[in-house]
């Protein structure tokens, strides 16, 4: 659908106005201050108040009405009506076969397009962070991607990581660079967290190392019982060498009567090693143990170390693959189709031939705001520009050539003094068809 009609009484500049209007492009002539933006704004104004001035009386007069009919080329389907007050304005919707419109603006805005106003994308385009976003965000839609996000789910290795399924089946319905910005996210709270175990990891590594002197940190740990064990043989032997001497001081006595049982204790005696003082044995094993604890926390920090070294491995492949993942975007955003020849997105951010929005001229920043506009698809193909004397006749021309493409109404808001035939030409607040116009 398009505007058809339109009929203004008491509208802001406008006094009267009854004009038909065709498809493709139409100029809206006049002279500055006569009634042009008047037209414009009451189109605009289709998609709900907050388009409406705060006074939309023209000045002196009590009360003001306004219609737009919107149809086809089989005919009028809506017919728009308002009235104006000092206080307020009213809207109603009329369905040309009769049927009850009862929530008009809600059915207005089901057909009208947000970008009514090209100029309106181009200055969120080029606004604050904030309206780039919301201008990112009204174009990712309309960008075809022809890309496979598993290719880089299994490129790095989380195929069946439990939480990227998850994250996978969430942006389902979304597109490939959604997920993609997602699992950049992802990835990057992951490489935190090992960062983070890295560095407490290093933290524990230090001070370990002040506990143990390089020297020591190949130590071994000794078993105690081997060193109990070889103790209690040599008391054994201690015993033996006792009972030994025992009996050499009682053949000594009984010499005489014994002498070959002295001989024969002699030669027990001389079985027997040497002995130390069993007293010994628990400074040696204190030793033991003092070596021991030195060569767990030796051991301790060796494993602390392959711990380190394992975490940052693991950041290093954390980094690998969020490069991975920025190439995958690349690759996304190089498969996109846009709406428009030079449009893409980086980073929530709409570049348009390479460079910033702002960078584009303001014909070419229009003209590509308008094929976002149509590619939205609005009930009802009617688009106005405002300042369209700044376009130069490139620029008119391509506009001209989208429309007739697309099939679809540019209204140009044009200073001039003159009527001409296919133009509306506003004069003093009144709006009508141009010379020779039916």
Request: with cysteine; aromatic share 4%.
């Amino acid at each position: 659908m398009r505007v058809t009609r339109i009929k203004a009484e008491n509208f802001m500049r406008l006094t009267a106005a009854d004009v038909e209007l065709r498809n493709g492009v139409l100029e809206i002539v006049g002279k500055n201050m006569a009634g042009k933006s008047s037209l414009m704004t009451l189109v605009e104004s289709l998609l709900g108040k907050r388009y409406i001035s705060e006074r939309p009386l023209h000045e002196g007069a009590k009360k003001g009405k306004a219609e737009i009919s919107l149809g086809d080329d089989d005919g009028d389907k809506y017919v728009v009506k308002w009235r104006f007050t000092p206080k307020d304005s009213y809207v109603t919707v009329e369905s040309c076969d009769g049927s009850h419109i009862s929530k008009p603006q809600e059915l207005l805005d089901s057909l009208v397009s947000k970008m009514v106003d090209p100029w309106l994308f181009a200055r969120l385009a080029t606004g604050s962070p904030a309206d780039q976003r919301k201008a990112y965000e009204m174009v990712k839609p309309l960008m075809k991607f022809d890309y496979d996000i598993t290719n880089i789910v299994d490129h790095t290795g989380y195929a069946d990581d439990p939480d990227v399924k998850a994250l996978m089946a969430e942006y389902a319905d979304s597109t490939p660079l959604d997920f993609l910005v997602a699992f950049e996210t992802f990835l990057s709270e992951i490489r935190k967290e090992w960062k983070k175990t890295a560095k407490e990891q290093e933290g524990r590594v230090d001070a370990l190392k002040e506990q143990v002197p390089l020297d020591k940190r190949n130590a071994k740990v000794v078993s105690v019982g081997d060193l109990v064990e070889n103790q209690q043989n040599q008391l054994e032997a201690a015993r033996r060498r006792e009972r030994a001497e025992s009996r050499v001081e009682d053949a000594e006595a009984a010499l005489k009567a014994a002498q070959s049982e002295l001989e024969a204790a002699k030669a027990a005696l001389e079985e027997c090693p040497e002995c130390g003082d069993p007293a010994d044995y628990a400074e040696e094993i204190a030793k033991l143990e003092q070596n021991n604890e030195m060569a767990r926390k030796a051991e301790h920090l060796k494993s602390e170390q392959q711990s380190l070294a394992t975490a940052v491995d693991n950041v290093d492949v954390c980094e690998e693959n969020i490069e991975l993942v920025r190439e995958a975007k690349s690759d996304c955003l190089a498969s996109a189709d846009s709406p428009t020849q030079g449009l893409s997105i980086e980073d929530g951010k709409i570049l348009l031939n390479g460079l910033a929005w702002s960078n584009a001229s303001r014909g070419e920043s229009l003209a590509a705001s308008l094929d976002i506009g149509i590619a939205l698809k609005p009930g009802l193909n009617t688009f106005v520009c405002h300042d369209a004397s700044l376009l130069d006749d490139d620029m008119r021309a391509l506009i001209e050539k989208r429309a007739a493409e697309n099939d679809v109404q540019v209204m140009l808001e044009v200073v001039g003094h003159e009527s001409r035939p296919g133009v509306i030409f506003v004069e003093d607040g009144v709006a009508v068809n141009g010379e020779s116009d039916a």
